[in-house]
């Protein structure tokens, strides 16, 4: 046989090997979902099955059954390149606070060091938060702590990771956390919780390199998506996202030095937000955040389209100003159009220590939600330029 022959019988042998992948159905492990028993112990053992498999494993959650789960972790590295969990079914988290007593109360379901998880299929994740919303600390917290409650889904150093389709519901906190990771394609996504539910934050991504968030469908009580330190190359694109707090970057700066660069949000509505596209940062950081930009963004009745804010500081104690502030540059808004239910459309309030350099407004045209009421705008130490926008943006610094 000549070469090209040989190649092509190997090929012909070690394709089907390579597009095989071997089925792990938790309920074979022992599973119930009955929505009662705790299936935890069933799930880890179908993921320790899956993760030494030497071809590439699909852990099988089936339609029409609930299944409990306590906090739990997915070690990895597992053996194979890709690791695919196909969730059809539905995965409740304990429903009590008491059922939480004994493991630690930060994170529901978390992924470790899992390179190429695959998250797939049309099931739901239902954090059944609603008992940490009215506190979310545990009876013994000393008084006057600030809790939050769970985590539904954490992502940590998980390169290559994939969501698709999923449905992510009512989170003690936030919904979910992805970070460390590298190469992230989230799509088709949706994500629910009540508007007045807090710290329900939708997407929260840190040091991560390469994300991209797509076509996906977020409410709930706090930010659709919060962008935090160490995040370069993320693009957001076709995001629904009301009720809540809107698109936020930061708070950065928070006790250090943050980065985060390239962070590009396109073609999204926000719908009865109480913030639109948002920068924070705290005082007294350092590090930098450049090259974002806002484009084709539509609003519908939301509270603050347009705010840069280098004085956060939410519960509006012990913040002092400081000499240093994390810096801002080459951030640019085009495209932004709606409604707005306060007065101050657009906000650019600016450090002293480190002001905001190279903003660009183009084409943002921001009316009152009240017919005959004039929004208006205020800037402090900003430096850009603006064209077209509306109403009129004479604060800006050279
Ligand atoms: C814009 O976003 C919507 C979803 O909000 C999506 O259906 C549409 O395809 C997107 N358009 C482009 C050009 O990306
Ligand atoms: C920090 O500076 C800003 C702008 O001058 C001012 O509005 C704010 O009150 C100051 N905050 C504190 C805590 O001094």
């Not at 939480?100 to 978390?110: E, F, H, L, M």
């Not at 707005?340 to 002001?355: F, G, K, P, R, Y």
Request: charged share 20%; proline share 4%; glycine share 10%.
């Amino acid at each position: 046989m000549d070469k090209i022959s040989i190649c092509f019988l190997i090929l012909c042998m070690v394709w089907p090997v390579l597009s095989k992948t071997t089925i792990y159905d938790v309920t074979k492990y022992g599973a119930k979902g009955d929505g009662k028993t705790d299936d935890s112990q069933a799930f880890l053992r179908a993921w320790k099955a899956a993760c030494v498999a030497e071809t590439v494993p699909t852990i099988l959650i089936r339609p029409k059954k609930t299944f409990l789960l306590k906090p739990l972790t997915f070690n990895g590295p597992c053996k194979t390149s890709r690791v695919y969990v196909q969730v059809l079914g539905t995965l409740v988290a304990p429903g009590s606070k008491a059922e939480w007593k004994g493991y630690p109360i930060n994170s529901w379901i978390t992924f470790l060091n899992v390179h190429g998880l695959h998250l797939l299929g049309r099931g739901t994740i239902d954090g059944r938060g609603s008992a940490w919303w009215p506190n979310a600390c545990l009876d013994n917290a000393p008084p006057g702590s600030r809790c939050k409650g769970p985590t539904a889904l954490i992502v940590r150093r998980c390169d290559g990771f994939r969501l698709q389709r999923l449905h992510h519901l009512n989170s003690g906190g936030s919904h979910m956390i992805v970070t460390a990771s590298n190469d992230v394609r989230i799509s088709d996504i949706r994500i629910t919780a009540p508007g007045n539910s807090p710290n329900t934050d939708g997407i929260d991504i840190s040091s991560c390199k390469g994300v991209q968030i797509r076509n996906s469908v977020i409410g709930t009580g706090d930010d659709c998506i919060a962008i935090g330190g160490g995040s370069t190359n993320i693009a957001i694109t076709g995001v629904m996202c009301g009720p809540g707090h809107g698109i936020s970057i930061g708070a950065l700066g928070h006790g250090g030095y943050d980065i985060v660069e390239e962070v590009h949000v396109k073609n999204c509505t926000l719908k009865d937000t109480t913030n639109g596209v948002r920068l924070k940062s705290w005082q007294g950081g350092t590090g930098y955040a450049r090259k974002i930009s806002f484009s084709r963004i539509r609003l519908v009745a939301v509270a603050n389209p347009i705010i840069i804010d280098q004085f956060y500081c939410p519960h509006r104690t012990d913040c002092q100003n400081s000499t240093s502030a994390v810096a801002l540059s080459e951030i640019s808004y085009v495209g932004i159009i709606g409604t707005s239910t306060t007065d101050d459309v657009i906000d650019l309030s600016c450090s002293q220590a480190n002001s905001c350099k190279n903003i660009v407004l183009d084409h943002v045209y921001l009316a009152s939600i009240t017919r005959d009421k004039l929004a208006s705008v205020k800037c402090f130490n900003a430096h850009g330029t603006a064209s077209h926008v509306k109403p009129a943006l004479n604060c800006l610094l050279k």
